[in-house]
């Protein structure tokens, strides 16, 4: 457990530069776009009653009051979030190759310490889930913080104060990496942790045999992907939708199980047989 521990910190100390760029590009981009955001709409108030010679109460049933889902909507706010998503994709992939590009092939030096190799993956893996659930963790914490700012900027008579949690029911895209509920958050990211254990895998396999490998990975995401829906498949077009809603959920979670475990073997077997120091 303390070897896996420093392996962790290890790992996540390489990481780090690149989670705190992503911290500060949001933090910027999306305060940027609340004062954007609320001074556009206090700039067409102005407009309308200044220049139109409308009232308040003529402005707002035209307008409508501002709420921070109109900043959540822009790109200012959505755009950061796109990058952090693509910054953890890129990262899933550099997080194992970055060990074989050098002069020093580092993961000479991993595969050689006292530890087991399953260690290895394992702490990588804790790396991605770490990194992810960091960004979404000061998401959450900065969320507030911004719908402070909308509320400084805008009066109250011109905006609708809205809560954390309705915005997140509002924004499908959002509800994906910030779930509402326990249930949703053990859905989402043991899908998003399978899914990772897949690549891993799958990058493994391209690493010990190089190119019969990149076939074998794909081979194996797609297998692994057809198992994991082969109760739904079942239940559509095989027993004729004969499992409940509960049964089909359980099934496909134990499926999700059962592809993770794979991974895990296969990449502990790979790690250990077929790529050597």
């Known amino acids: ?78 755009g950061p979030i796109a990058l952090c998503v693509a910054g953890v994709g890129f990262y899933i992939f550099l997080i194992w190759y970055r060990d074989w590009v050098g002069k020093n092939t580092f993961i000479y030096r991993l595969l050689m310490l006292p530890t087991t190799r399953l260690n290895i993956f394992f702490a990588k893996i804790t ?59 053990i859905l989402f990211y043991g899908a998003g942790l399978m899914g990772v ?25 797609g297998a692994a992907i057809l198992l994991l829906i082969l109760p739904i498949l079942l239940h559509e077009f095989v027993f004729n939708q004969f499992f409940y809603p509960v049964e089909l959920f359980v099934l496909v979670v134990l499926m999700g199980v059962i592809v993770f475990a794979a991974s895990v073997l296969l990449s502990g077997f790979l790690l250990r047989k077929k790529i050597t120091v």
């Open 1 to 78: 457990m303390m070897n896996y521990m420093k392996l962790v910190n290890f790992e996540f100390n390489r990481v780090a530069k690149l989670f705190a760029v992503l911290l500060g590009i949001t933090l910027v981009l999306q305060m940027i776009g609340v004062v954007v955001e609320s001074r556009r709409y206090l700039s067409i108030a102005n407009d309308q009653m200044y220049e139109q010679m409308l009232s308040s109460a003529q402005f707002l049933a035209s307008y409508g009051q501002m709420s921070f889902l109109q900043v959540v909507r822009s790109t200012w706010f959505m």
């Open 127 to 185: 790396t991605i889930l770490i990194l992810t659930v960091g960004l979404v963790a000061f998401q959450l914490i900065f969320l507030p913080i911004e719908m402070w700012v909308m509320k400084l900027m805008v009066p109250a008579e011109f905006r609708s104060d809205i809560g954390v949690l309705q915005i997140l029911t509002s924004m499908p895209e959002l509800s994906i990496i910030i779930p509402s509920n326990f249930i949703e958050l």
């Open 197 to 221: 254990s897949i690549l891993f895998t799958a990058i493994l396999l391209e690493r010990s045999f190089k190119w019969k490998g990149i076939f074998a990975g794909v081979l194996y995401g």
